[in-house]
């Protein structure tokens, strides 16, 4: 079983930053990509970006150049450096995981960006 939770969402103006951070418990050791996504209302949930243990990255176009994603294997947490940020970035973000087959999610944190 994995757990995850994640923080840091909030309020922000156009333009401005946060940082979200996945925090994973349980068979970690399981573990291999990490990933984000998001979900605004009425728009479906979209991936984000991912990471896998060996540091190797991707990430949506919409928000290259703006988001970057990383992770601390010892403390087994991923983040999400959000920069530039504007009114679209407005969502729910949620991390995932998948071992064996099955998907984790968080609970997720809500980030809004006012104009």
């Known amino acids: 079983q994995i757990q995850l939770v994640e923080s840091g969402g909030g309020l922000v103006q156009t333009g401005g930053s946060l940082r979200l951070s996945c925090a994973a418990s349980?068979?970690?050791?399981?573990?291999?990509?990490m990933s984000w996504y998001r979900q605004a209302p009425g728009n479906e949930r979209e991936w984000v970006a991912g990471?896998?243990?060996?540091?190797?990255?991707n990430v949506a176009d919409s928000v290259k150049g703006r988001f970057t994603i990383s992770r601390d294997n010892a403390k087994n947490t991923v983040y999400l450096q959000m920069n530039s940020l504007e009114p679209v970035d407005t969502a729910v973000y949620y991390c995932?995981?998948?071992?064996?087959?099955?998907?984790?999610w968080g609970q997720g944190t809500q980030v809004t960006v006012s104009s």
């Open positions: 995932k995981t998948i071992i064996r087959s099955q998907p984790y």
């Open positions: 349980g068979s970690t050791s399981s573990i291999n990509v």
């Open positions: 990471i896998t243990t060996s540091g190797i990255t």
